[in-house]
C-alpha cells in the first residue's frame, strides 16, 4: 500500500477540487444512478470484501459481510434521498419581489474513517457526499485499508467520474494538516477517537470548515428491576462481543438496580459464557480478536486497574490462546467509580457494573461523564422509560432494543461525542450551504 507524499496530497485536493466544478451542476438524478450501481456491486461482491474486511482486522467474517450490505443498504438511502435536496418559496412582503432559498453542494470533503468498520463507516461519508454533489478525499484506515481499495473500485465500476473519489494512505498528521489548511476543501468528516477529534476540530475551525465529528463514546446501560432480565443480558452479551467490544456505541458501563443485580449478574456471564471467540473464518464465531497488541494491553491495564480498585473479576479477564490478541470477555462486578474503566472508554470486550437504587441515581452516573453517543435502558414502564430518556445526555437512546443503524435514522453524539448526523436527513447538512435569492 502506497503511502502519500506531499505532492499526492495535493493532487488528490487538485482532482477533487476540479471534479467538484462539474459534479456540482450533475443531475440529481444522474448521481443517484452512480450510487445506486455502487450499491448493486457492493452486494454482488459482498463475500469478497467481507473477506478481506476479516484478513484485515480479524472480525467474524459473517459479521464483515453484514457490513458490507449494511452500506449497501445506505447508498441505497443516499441514492433515493440526495434525489430529494428540496429548497423552498418564501412569501414576499412586496408582491414583486421573488424569494427563493436553494440548498447547493458546499465543495471538497477531507474525511477521515476508523479501522473498526472500515466499509461501513467510510461508505456512509462518501454516499452523502456524493449524492449531495461534493467531491471526496478519504483518508482511510492503514490498519484495515483493503476495504477502502474496494470502495474504489466499486465507484469506478459503477462510472463515477474521475476526480469525485479520492484515496489517501500515509502518516495521518501529514494527511490531515495539508487536507484541512487547503483553501480547496470546505468540509471535514472525521469518525474516530475523541482526542484526535479535538486536535481535528481545533484544526478545522482554525480554517473555518465546516465540520462532522462522531467520537468515541463509553455508552451508559440501565437495567431497572422490572426489566425482562434475560432478554436484556441476551442481546447485551451480543453487543457487549461485537467486534470484540471495538465499537463506538458498544455497552460499556452497565448500572443494575440492586433488586436484579444479582440475576442480571448471573444470566449476562452465561450468555458471555456462550460466546465462540476465535479465528473470523471459523464457523459459528462470534467474536474475533482485538486489532493488535497495544489494544491489547490497554483492555488488560483497564481490568488490572479496577482489580486493584476492588472490582471483581467474575469472568475472563485475560488473553485466551497463546497466538494473537484473543481478549476473554470479561465481567467486572461491583466496580468502584475510582476505576479507570468507569471514565475511560475500554474498546474491548469488558463490561463494568454497578448497582443502583433510583432512577436521579442511574441518571447522575449515566450523565456524569463528558460523553454522550449511545445509550441502553431496559424497564417494561412507559413513565420511566418515558423519564430516562428525556434525561439521558446521549445522542442516542435504545430502549429495550438496539436500532441505530439504519440509514433513515441519525446517528451521531454530543458533548465529548461529537457533532453532526450520518444517516437520517441530518446526513446531508455537512454537504450543502443555505443560498438565499431575492429578487424583483
Excluded at 138 to 144: F, N, Q, T
Excluded at 317 to 336: C, K
Excluded at 340 to 357: D, H, K, W
Excluded at 412 to 417: A, E, F, N, R, T
Aim: aromatic share 8%.
Amino acid at each position: 500500500m502506497p503511502w502519500a507524499e506531499t505532492e499526492d496530497i495535493d493532487a488528490a485536493i487538485d482532482a477533487a477540487g476540479e471534479a467538484f466544478k462539474h459534479w456540482r451542476h450533475t443531475s440529481p438524478v444522474d448521481r443517484s444512478d452512480v450510487l445506486r450501481r455502487v450499491a448493486a456491486l457492493a452486494r454482488e461482491r459482498a463475500q469478497e470484501i467481507g473477506r478481506a474486511i476479516t484478513l484485515d482486522n480479524g472480525k467474524p467474517l459473517a459479521d464483515a459481510v453484514a457490513e458490507v450490505l449494511n452500506a449497501a443498504e445506505h447508498i441505497e438511502w443516499h441514492a433515493e434521498e440526495g434525489r430529494r435536496i428540496y429548497g423552498r418559496v418564501v412569501p414576499s412582503r412586496n408582491p414583486a419581489v421573488r424569494q427563493l432559498v436553494v440548498r447547493e453542494p458546499l465543495g471538497v470533503c477531507a474525511a477521515f474513517s476508523p479501522w473498526n468498520f472500515p466499509f461501513g463507516q467510510a461508505m456512509k461519508k462518501a454516499a452523502a457526499a456524493v449524492a449531495a454533489g461534493c467531491t471526496i478525499v478519504l483518508k482511510g484506515p492503514e490498519e484495515s485499508p483493503s476495504a477502502v481499495v474496494a470502495m474504489a473500485h466499486l465507484f469506478h465500476d459503477a462510472g463515477l467520474p474521475a476526480g469525485v473519489f479520492n484515496v489517501l494512505w500515509g502518516v495521518p498528521s501529514d494527511i490531515s494538516r495539508r487536507l484541512i489548511e487547503s483553501p480547496v476543501v470546505r468540509i471535514v468528516s472525521f469518525t474516530g477517537s475523541v482526542p484526535v477529534g479535538r486536535q481535528l476540530a481545533a484544526m478545522a475551525g482554525a480554517n473555518m470548515k465546516r465540520m462532522t465529528m462522531e467520537l468515541g463514546g463509553h455508552a451508559p446501560v440501565l437495567v431497572f428491576d422490572d426489566a425482562d432480565v434475560p432478554s436484556a443480558a441476551a442481546l447485551l452479551s451480543r453487543l457487549k462481543t461485537r467486534n470484540a467490544g471495538q465499537v463506538c456505541v458498544s455497552p460499556t458501563r452497565f448500572f443494575i438496580q440492586s433488586g436484579v443485580y444479582d440475576r442480571f449478574v448471573s444470566e449476562f456471564s452465561s450468555a458471555l459464557k456462550a460466546i465462540k471467540v476465535g479465528h473470523g473464518f471459523e464457523d459459528g464465531v462470534q467474536m474475533g480478536p482485538l486489532i493488535h497488541e497495544r489494544r491489547f494491553q490497554a483492555v488488560q491495564s483497564l481490568v488490572s486497574d479496577a482489580r486493584d480498585a476492588g472490582a471483581e473479576i467474575l469472568l475472563g479477564g485475560d488473553r485466551i490462546g497463546e497466538e494473537g490478541h484473543f481478549h476473554a470477555p470479561t465481567v467486572l462486578a461491583n466496580v468502584p467509580s475510582n476505576a479507570r474503566v468507569m471514565s475511560e472508554e475500554p474498546f474491548g470486550p469488558i463490561a463494568a457494573l454497578a448497582r443502583f437504587e433510583s432512577v436521579d441515581e442511574a441518571l447522575r452516573r449515566a450523565n456524569e461523564l463528558p460523553f454522550g453517543l449511545a445509550s441502553y435502558v431496559f424497564t417494561r414502564s412507559i413513565q420511566t422509560s418515558t423519564l430516562v430518556s428525556a434525561g439521558l445526555e446521549a445522542g442516542m437512546v435504545n430502549i429495550n432494543h438496539s436500532g441505530m443503524a439504519h440509514p433513515e435514522l441519525p446517528f451521531g453524539g454530543m458533548k465529548d461525542s461529537g457533532f453532526g448526523s450520518e444517516g437520517g436527513t441530518e446526513s446531508f447538512d455537512a454537504f450543502l450551504t443555505t443560498k438565499l435569492i431575492t429578487q424583483i
